[in-house]
């Protein structure tokens, strides 16, 4: 039987409660890595909003720094027996499209990398805030993109096929 996880950034799930995911570690380990980024993305998602104080800055890079420990630590955890290779299993065709996918995860943990950067060395904060806002707004657009289309690959390739390919 095949495993579904939820939508990184859908509400949390009451685990316990759904029986058909085994007690695997590394599931258990990956669940909490979702579960850490949707709140991580609601905290930066908060903090763009407010004003550019010394204390949003610091918010801001403690925020990214656990983002940039989590990300690569769920990429590398689902990556574990070859990312999304429940999809390739069911579609092998799709080889491309999950390389696309994987090279985008790799791409945005590299930005937000680099918006790190900027905020802990661009001074004073306050004249800079609304641009690195603005570009971390972005940042988290195009990190929810990836989230859905990977949802949508998960689902697409597991859905009845009317007619020919999903």
């Known amino acids: 039987m095949k495993n579904f996880q939820r939508h990184p950034l859908a509400p949390a799930v009451n685990w316990t409660i759904l029986p058909s995911i085994p007690s695997d570690p590394s599931v258990e380990a990956i669940k909490r890595c979702y ?16 004003p550019p104080t010394a204390q949003t800055r610091f918010g801001m890079l403690v925020t990214l720094d656990r983002l940039l420990e989590n990300l690569p630590r769920r990429l590398e955890l689902t990556s574990e027996q070859g990312y999304m290779a429940e999809v390739l299993e069911e579609r092998p065709n799709w080889h491309d499209r999950i390389e696309n996918l994987l090279d985008a995860n790799r791409d945005c943990i590299s930005r937000l ?42 689902q697409n390739a597991f859905a009845l096929d009317i007619g020919g390919e999903a």
């Open 35 to 50: 579960d850490l980024e949707y709140l991580l993305l609601g905290d930066l998602r908060q903090l763009v909003d407010e």
């Open 113 to 154: 990398d680099e918006l790190r950067r900027r905020i802990a060395r661009e001074l004073p904060f306050a004249e800079t805030a609304r641009r690195v806002s603005q570009d971390l707004r972005e940042w988290m657009d195009s990190l929810e993109s990836i989230r859905e289309h990977e949802g949508q690959m998960l």
